[in-house]
Structure formats: structure tokens, C-alpha cells
């Protein structure tokens, strides 16, 4: 086969499609450059205004002639094995002619931040510079679904650049890095055609991109879902969250002692600060200087204003969750939002000769949390910089442990069901060859209800494609923040847990992460093995090529005397990557975890600690940032896991 002759003449040569001057429309997916799946019925469908349209493949030269039915037509294509480019005429009485096309494998790419985590913009993975410039594949092509929510399910997909791209330098720095880098190692394997329709936004949670008749049937989300189209439930909502809000305001103000009489007393210029310990900013305080602290704590910078500093001046920075900033004890910004770029004005008028304080009262409610960003965060004033990088001081207000959960209101695309209506109901008629899936940071703290949701969210798919086996291969969460020094609880590690579960479902399948994240980076620039981790499932699941795709997988544990062996699927080769085992932790009936010495013994591990005499339960990796080496002939690394079902961190929250 003469597969992708003249290509990269051909996808230059592409013109836009004419649909201005055709009667025939079509959905945003089916344009020049685009991937059908091999070998398999293509719904191919759109509008008209004529009463039937004829369907005219280039690969079998064969027509397809269709009613109009309400102004809808729909054919059903036959596509070959894979190759291209090839052509498809629509004639309603005017003649549509898409270009370009291949036949091959097409991939559903999802998830939050760390699948859009593009190669450049703001995810500037390891060597972009050279990946953008290597990025010459044009059997690769790229569909960018556009961040949009809805609370009924749409027909159509908003789309980025037009439609379909062919891989190039000039159109893959703004696409998912993960994908690409997945489709290049299969590319590279199998030389098919890969169509990706990334489809994700960051920060969001599982229950959004999931239908509204499956989530109903967990329960938890009954509410949000009756407030998405009923106005007095969700003012209802809105009131009782306004409520509760108030409430727990108070409570914080009632801990917080920074305030008096309504005054900010640690904004004052004159107030001593000689007691506060240093912070470096732009950081998360939870890399750093306060580990695992959420709640409310205190910024201030002090610095002289240049000479001849008249004008007003301009600050803008980032902070995770929310802020109140002062200028000379004078609040000059309130946001909320850790996502949100604040850019405030500092009036003139509050400028005073010597030294000058600028405040901030931030609150964080999970991971991270402080002010962030820019990596130079400075105040202009007309054409002077003031630099504050650097060292702040800074003291904790009120710790989050002190004060009852916070309430909460999901809000625009975190809400239940709004993505899946979107960003997937207008794809379910695309034929795919599978789903890769990298989501779960923001549902890490209701890690025990993931355990019910994701495996919902994978069949809900399915059923809607009516896919009954589509391949879902995802990634289970990297390591991430500081390394604890004793074995400790961990919501990652429970969310960890809940995507190994969901094994269990057929056809999926897991890359393990927990070698290549970063303690102060929740998106870890290593996306390159991430993309071929998850390409190797591929390749040993679905396109035949046999060989090592996973480390080991717990199986099953047994008490022997004062040790715990443990058994394993795909044992072969089992060992330590580097040195001795390590990651592993013991404990007795008290519930209570010590480090172990593990070792391996014909292809099991056993595991065991002088302060553990009478073992009841082993964990491995159990943590945010784990540090285990266990792998096997593969040299990818194990699951975490654990052998107990004790009560965790997240057990009861919804």
C-alpha cells in the first residue's frame, strides 16, 4: 500500500470547507484532515435542506444515498483497513468534498490538568523546545475540543482551529502533551494512522464528565444534578450554601485574632513583625514551610517605594484558594478562586516616604495553597518595577483542623454531568478505537466515593458509545509533595487505591506514575513516559505486540509468624530497581505503621519489623510523595497498595 503519497502537498493544499455555499451541513468533527476508525460501520452524519444526500467514499468509490428526515441525514460508512488520504463527496444538490482523511485508529484523550497539560503554553515539558521541532507526523492528527459546560447534553462539539490539524510543528505546542506523546510511541510501533480528540479541562472532578442518569444511580449527587435545570432547587442550594457560609465565616473570624473591630491589625505598616517566620514566594507554603496545612495564613512584604513614584501602581499575581490584600493597611482586593489571576491598583495616595507593606490574608482549603505565581511577582509603577520575589514574612491564622469542613457549591464546569453533556454526549456516535484518561487530583479528597464513581464513569461511556469493551487505559496519580518521614494517612494514596480497584473492570488498564512526579509540582514534566507508558498497554492489549506493560500488581497477602508474604501478578523478575526494597510499612492490631524490611523470596515479599511482633496489615507507597522501588523484569514500577481496610482519610465524604 502507497500509504500517505504526496501527504504533507496534499494537507497544505486542503481548503476550507464551503459549507456557505452547500446545503449540507455537518457536525464540527467531520472536516479535512480527519481520522475514521479502520475496519469498522462509521455513523457519518449532518443536516440538509434538501430531501436526501449522497455519500460518496473515495476508498470503495462507493455512494450512499440518504433520506433527509427533519432536516437530519445520517449514512453509515465502511471503512477499510488502515490508509489514506482519501476523499468524501456529499452532493444535495451541491457538492461538499472533504480532503485528506485517513482511515486508522482514533483515541478519546480526557481527564483534567494533567492531560491538557499542553507540550508548550503552560506546561512546558521536559525538552519542548525539541519536541515541537521533532513534531513532523503527519499520520498524526489532532481534534481540540474547546473548554465548554452545559446542562443538557448538546449536539454540538465547539472545536478549536477549525477542525481536524495534521501533526506539525506549527499545531502540536498547544495540544495535550500526554496525547501525543501516546500516539507517537503507537505511531512508531505500528506506523497506523491516530486520530486524538483531546477533550479535557484541568481542575475539574469525575462526576462532571459522567451522565446525569448514572449518577443518579449513586445518590450523591441527586441535588446538584436537580439544581442544574430546576431554578428553585438550585436557589434553594444557593441560599442554604449562603447559609452555611455565613456560618462558618464566623467561625473562622472567631479564630482568626488579626482582626479588631472590623480593622486588619497585621496590615498595618507599624505593626511588628520581627515574630513571623519567612516564606519564599512565589511557592506553595505546602513544599515547603507548612506541610500538609490548610487554612488561613499571612503574607506581608515590606519595601521602599523608588523616588519620584507618583502614579498609581499596578500588582498582578496568583494565590491558592482565596486572598484579601491590603497596601498601608488599606484593602485594595478581595478574589476568590485559585485559578484566578488578581490584578489590583495600588492608588497613589496610600504611597508614604520610608517603608511601605503590602498584605496579603490568604485561605486555602486543600493542597497547595499561598501565592504561587508569577515567577516574578512585582509592582509597576509608570515605568518602575518594584521586585517582591523573594523572602516574605509569614504567620498562620487559623489552622482548617480547628474549624468544621468548609461548604461547598460546585460552580460552572465542576458541576455534575456538565462536561459529559459538552465535551462527549456530541462525540458518542464517533467511532473510537479506545480512551486514555488521566484525571483524579480533584476528586483525591473523596477518594473512597471514586471507587463507585470512576468505574461508573467507564461503563457510562461505553454504554453511550455503544462500545460495550472500549479500551480504557488511564494514569494513576504521581507523587506529590514532601516526602513525610514516618508512615503516615494520605488522600492521594486512597485515591491511588481507588484507580488500582478499577482493574477489576474489564478491558482497562493502569500506568503507574508514582517514579516520575514532583514534589513541588502537581503537573510533572515528564509527560513523555507518562504518553508511552500508557502507549505500551496499548500495544501489549490491543495491537498485538507482546511485551512487558505493567510492574507489579498486588495480589493477596498471608500472616507467617512475625512477617507478612505477599503474592503478586506479573511477578517475573520481581526485585528492587535500585538498592534494597523500600516503601514498605507493617503494623499490629494497635493500627499503628513502622517501617519494614521487605525482601524478595521466590517471587514473593515478605515483610517485617522488630516493633511489629504480631503483624496485622502491610501498606506500600501508602503516601503523597512515595519512594518504593519495588518493579519487576519490566522496570516499571508497582501499584501502592495495602492489605487492610482500616478507616482512612476520606471514608464518608461526598
Known amino acids: 500500500m502507497k500509504l500517505f503519497k504526496n501527504l504533507l502537498l496534499a494537507a497544505g493544499l486542503t481548503l476550507a470547507i464551503p459549507q456557505a455555499e452547500a446545503k449540507v451541513t455537518l457536525p464540527s468533527f467531520f472536516t479535512d484532515n480527519m481520522v475514521l476508525q479502520q475496519k469498522t460501520q462509521v455513523p457519518f452524519f449532518g443536516k440538509s435542506t434538501a430531501k436526501e444526500v449522497k455519500v460518496t467514499t473515495s476508498w470503495d468509490k462507493k455512494t450512499y444515498t440518504v433520506k433527509v428526515v427533519n432536516g437530519k441525514w445520517e449514512a453509515v460508512l465502511q471503512t477499510p483497513a488502515y490508509g489514506g488520504p482519501y476523499t468524501i463527496t456529499l452532493a444535495d444538490g451541491d457538492t461538499l468534498k472533504l480532503k485528506n482523511i485517513l482511515i486508522g485508529e482514533v483515541w478519546l484523550c480526557s481527564g483534567q490538568s494533567n492531560m491538557e497539560m499542553p507540550i508548550e503554553g503552560w506546561g512546558k515539558v521536559n525538552n519542548y523546545q525539541q519536541e515541537i521541532k521533532d513534531a513532523k507526523y ?65 481542575g475539574t472532578p469525575a462526576e462532571a464528565w459522567t451522565s446525569a442518569k448514572e449518577l443518579r444511580t449513586l445518590g450523591d449527587f441527586n441535588n446538584a444534578i436537580d439544581a442544574l435545570n430546576e431554578p428553585k432547587a438550585r436557589a434553594a442550594q444557593e441560599e442554604k450554601y449562603k447559609s452555611d457560609m455565613a456560618v462558618w465565616n464566623n467561625k473562622l473570624a472567631e479564630k482568626d485574632g488579626s482582626f479588631s473591630n472590623g480593622k486588619a491589625l497585621w496590615a498595618e505598616v507599624d505593626y511588628n513583625d520581627a515574630a513571623w517566620g519567612n516564606m519564599p514566594v512565589p511557592s506553595f507554603y505546602e513544599n515547603n514551610v507548612l506541610p500538609d496545612f490548610d487554612g488561613l495564613v499571612w503574607y506581608r512584604k515590606s519595601f521602599d517605594l523608588p523616588e519620584g513614584a507618583t502614579q498609581d501602581g499596578v500588582i498582578e499575581f496568583y494565590v491558592d484558594d482565596d486572598e484579601i490584600t491590603f497596601f498601608n493597611g488599606v484593602k485594595i482586593g478581595e478574589t476568590r478562586g485559585y485559578n484566578t489571576v488578581r490584578k489590583y491598583t495600588i492608588p497613589a495616595s ?5 517603608k511601605n507593606v503590602l498584605t496579603v490574608r490568604s485561605f486555602d482549603g486543600a493542597a497547595g495553597g499561598g501565592i504561587y505565581a508569577p515567577d516574578n511577582i512585582a509592582i509597576k509603577i509608570g515605568g518602575k518595577t518594584i521586585p517582591l520575589n523573594g523572602m516574605w514574612k509569614y504567620q498562620v491564622g487559623v489552622n482548617s483542623k480547628n474549624l468544621p469542613p468548609m461548604p461547598v457549591l460546585p460552580q460552572n464546569q465542576n458541576r455534575p454531568t456538565v462536561l459529559y453533556n459538552a465535551m462527549i454526549y456530541p462525540l458518542l456516535k464517533y467511532r473510537l478505537a479506545g480512551v486514555i484518561w488521566y484525571q483524579g487530583e480533584t476528586n483525591a479528597e473523596r477518594a473512597q466515593q ?91 492489549n490491543l495491537y498485538g505486540v507482546k511485551q512487558k506493560y505493567t510492574g507489579p500488581l498486588y495480589k493477596n497477602f498471608t500472616v507467617n509468624g512475625n512477617a507478612i508474604e505477599l503474592t503478586f501478578l506479573h511477578n517475573q523478575g520481581i526485585k528492587a530497581k535500585q538498592g534494597e526494597l523500600k516503601g514498605f510499612a507493617i503494623a499490629g492490631t494497635d493500627k499503628v505503621f513502622h517501617w519494614a524490611t521487605a525482601k524478595v523470596v521466590n517471587g514473593k515479599v515478605i515483610v517485617s519489623s522488630p516493633n511489629v511482633t504480631k503483624p496485622e496489615a502491610v501498606r506500600y507507597n501508602w503516601a503523597d510523595n512515595p519512594q518504593g522501588n519495588l518493579t519487576n523484569d519490566s522496570d516499571l514500577p508497582a501499584s501502592s497498595f495495602r492489605t487492610d481496610s482500616w478507616p482512612g482519610l476520606t471514608d464518608g465524604k461526598k
Open 138 to 202: 503527519p499520520e498524526i492528527r489532532l481534534l481540540q475540543a474547546e473548554h465548554v459546560n452545559a446542562e443538557k447534553p448538546q449536539e454540538n462539539l465547539v472545536v478549536q482551529h477549525g477542525g481536524w490539524q495534521v501533526c506539525s510543528p506549527e499545531t502540536v505546542s498547544d495540544f495535550s502533551s500526554t496525547a501525543y506523546f501516546f500516539a507517537r510511541k503507537v505511531w512508531q510501533e505500528k506506523h497506523v494512522p491516530i486520530g486524538l480528540i483531546h477533550s479535557s479541562w484541568g
Open 350 to 354: 496610600l504611597f508614604r516616604k520610608g
Open 450 to 540: 471514586y471507587k463507585k464513581l470512576f468505574p461508573l464513569m467507564i461503563n457510562n461511556w461505553r454504554k453511550d458509545f455503544n462500545i460495550p469493551n472500549l479500551p480504557f487505559y488511564f494514569v494513576q496519580l504521581a507523587n506529590w509533595r514532601q516526602i513525610k518521614p514516618q508512615p503516615a494517612e494520605s488522600d492521594w494514596a486512597e485515591l491511588r487505591e481507588a484507580q488500582f480497584k478499577t482493574l477489576s473492570v474489564p478491558n482497562t488498564g493502569m500506568a503507574v506514575t508514582t517514579d516520575i512526579g514532583a514534589a513541588d509540582d502537581i503537573h510533572p514534566k515528564n509527560k513523555q513516559e507518562v504518553g508511552n507508558r500508557l502507549a505500551l498497554i496499548a500495544l501489549n
